[in-house]
């Protein structure tokens, strides 16, 4: 069980936007910052954004992030097929004095 | 380039110990946190704890802590996860990460390669 709730599967067509939530408590998302990550299948994660809305650079802009209270969003715009990837969640927990995932949302491009 | 570079795949029986490695280049490796992140088959990403190179600061998950070790060697810019007696449920893949751009402890935008461990008997 993720200490951070995300949908198990989203999908879109290229083009399209997609969006996908994240929903934390108190003690993570409700005081500190967002950071999102992808992962293409048999690879490593990466960085898509950090602290809430951060774009890393060489991440396109097609990618935004936002947060309010306690739930977090990851936006990709312009949909492509290289998108389709897991994406997860994290956050600083202070409970926990540590960084805790989200469960994952794999993007299908259909 | 920056780049954090990890050993290769581990094949181990249940009750053996191992060591596996993560080494930075490219950049100043003391002064850049080093976490590791375990996903076990299938599923998704854990935080197993994180170890400051320059002062050898660690802290662990809790979920983790008694579970592995981690140590950095700063002379040869290498971090270390090792386990004293392995078990079944530890296969996994994991992961070496920096926050090396983001300047926030948690947020990691350098990783490793992965390093794959089975543990079979």
């Not at chain 1, 949909?79 to 990837?85: H, T, Y």
């Not at chain 2, 299938?42 to 935080?47: F, M, N, P, S, T």
């Amino acid at each position: 069980q993720s200490v951070l709730t995300q949908p198990p599967s989203a999908s879109g067509t290229p083009g399209q936007r997609v969006t996908f939530s994240c929903s934390g408590s108190s003690s993570n998302i409700g005081s500190n910052t967002v950071n999102w990550y992808q992962q293409l299948p048999g690879t490593a994660p990466k960085l898509v954004i950090y602290s809430d809305e951060q774009r890393p650079s060489g991440v396109p802009d097609r990618f935004s992030g936002s947060k309010s209270g306690t739930s977090a969003s990851l936006a990709i715009s312009g949909l492509q097929s290289e998108d389709e990837a897991d994406y997860y969640c994290a956050a600083w927990d202070d409970s926990l004095n540590g960084p805790v995932f989200g469960g994952g949302t794999k993007l299908t491009v259909l | 380039e920056v780049q954090l570079v990890q050993s290769g795949a581990e094949v181990k029986k249940p009750g053996e110990s191992l060591k596996i490695s993560c080494q930075g280049s490219g950049y100043r490796f003391a002064s850049y946190w080093i976490a590791w992140v375990r996903q076990m088959p299938g599923k998704g990403l854990e935080w197993m704890g994180i170890i400051y190179p320059g002062d050898s600061e660690t802290r662990y998950s809790p979920s983790f802590q008694g579970q592995v070790a981690i140590s950095v060697d700063k002379s040869i810019s290498t971090a270390y996860l090792q386990w004293s007696s392995l078990k079944a449920s530890d296969t996994a893949i994991y992961y070496c990460a920096s926050p090396f751009k983001t300047g926030r402890i948690d947020a990691f935008d350098i990783w490793g390669q992965g390093t794959m461990v089975t543990v079979s008997s």
